[in-house]
């Protein structure tokens, strides 16, 4: 559970100081998905910049200089990797061929210590799972739908991924994790966010919420490109069934519940108790589902609010004890 931010400045017209507001608005709103670390990447001359502190998003300054046309953020609630070695944290440096890139990742993949194996990714000395996949591109030589399909069907979990290159061109690679993009075409820019919770945040903080705009649509499978003139194209890959303990697309399960076990282990940190994540699961909710919840305590209580109301109050109680 973390979160991916940015947008894209095709027509130059939005005043810096704008879009330097909306980068901050972005990574602190974006805080509600993770705090453990944040960071930024851009492009600054022909280089691929990338900033990133093992700090929560609202005791960093993010100020991409004048002239940025895209900022691709992430803020990060760790699963793997130690956030203080800050190599471990996003967004992560690529090299495909002659273009440089950074990527970031939202979920958790499951087979990354396979994909070593399997894949002959070379050993590295960051830790974190995301890397695998950014490794995967770099295989390929080359950054293009082809390589980011390639990699989409090989990594195994949930997972959104956006990818920046050295020509500001961003990408999106929607799986199973959640993403908003909206175009306000008037004034030239793209923004995306995780949630349309953070989206709306955002948004609201800097004003922007009261342009007209429009929401890009992107499914499970999706590859968008969005170049540096706005104009957009798009890819699939071929999404694997999600994979939960209630619904196993593998005969072995040994990962069944992996997605499961970091709901319940870091649900505190958003001040939702365990036993009634436990007892959405147990009444097949699925793992997206409850994690777009924490993110939105309303859509918490009303879920809640309907178990109780399907297993009577008495039951309900009893249920919640027994966790």
């Keep these: 559970m973390c979160s991916l931010f940015g947008w894209l400045d ?55 200089p004048e002239g940025t046309r895209a900022v691709m953020g992430h803020t990060r609630l760790a699963t793997q990797g130690d956030v203080k070695q800050n190599f471990n944290n996003h967004p992560f440096a690529g090299f495909a061929g002659d273009t440089s890139f950074a990527f970031a990742h939202n979920g958790v993949l499951w087979n990354d210590k396979e994909l070593r194996k399997d894949k002959l990714i070379p050993e590295t000395h960051i830790e974190t799972d995301s890397y695998a996949a950014c490794q995967l591109i770099e295989q390929q030589n080359k950054l293009d739908f082809d390589s980011l399909k390639y990699m989409a069907e090989s990594v195994e979990g949930n997972f959104t991924f956006t990818v920046l290159d050295d020509s500001n061109s961003l990408y999106i690679i929607k799986g199973s994790n959640p993403m908003c993009l909206l175009h306000f075409k008037d004034i ?72 499961e076990e970091i709901l319940l ?59």
């Design 188 to 259: 030239g820019l793209y923004v995306y966010a995780s949630t349309e919770s953070i989206m709306k945040n955002a948004l609201k903080r800097i004003g922007l919420h009261k342009f007209a705009n429009e929401r890009i649509k992107t499914d499970e499978g999706d590859i968008l490109c969005i170049n540096r003139n706005g104009i957009i194209t798009r890819s699939e890959f071929e999404p694997k069934l999600y994979r939960s303990k209630y619904m196993n697309w593998y005969d072995d399960s040994s990962y069944y519940n992996i997605h």
């Design 10 to 64: 095709y027509q130059g017209i939005v005043p810096y100081k704008i879009k330097r507001k909306l980068t901050q608005a972005l990574a602190n709103a974006a805080e509600e998905r993770g705090t453990d670390a944040a960071g930024i990447s851009y492009v600054h001359g022909n280089d691929v910049v990338i900033f990133k502190r093992p700090k929560p998003a609202h005791k960093l300054h993010f100020n991409p």
């Design 265 to 323: 282990a870091y649900c505190g940190c958003y001040g939702v108790d365990s036993s009634d994540v436990e007892l959405l699961l147990e009444y097949g909710y699925t793992s997206d589902e409850i994690e777009e919840m924490l993110s939105d305590h309303s859509l918490l209580q009303e879920a809640l609010r309907d178990v109780k109301y399907m297993l009577g109050e008495d039951v309900y109680e009893s249920y919640c004890g027994a966790f």
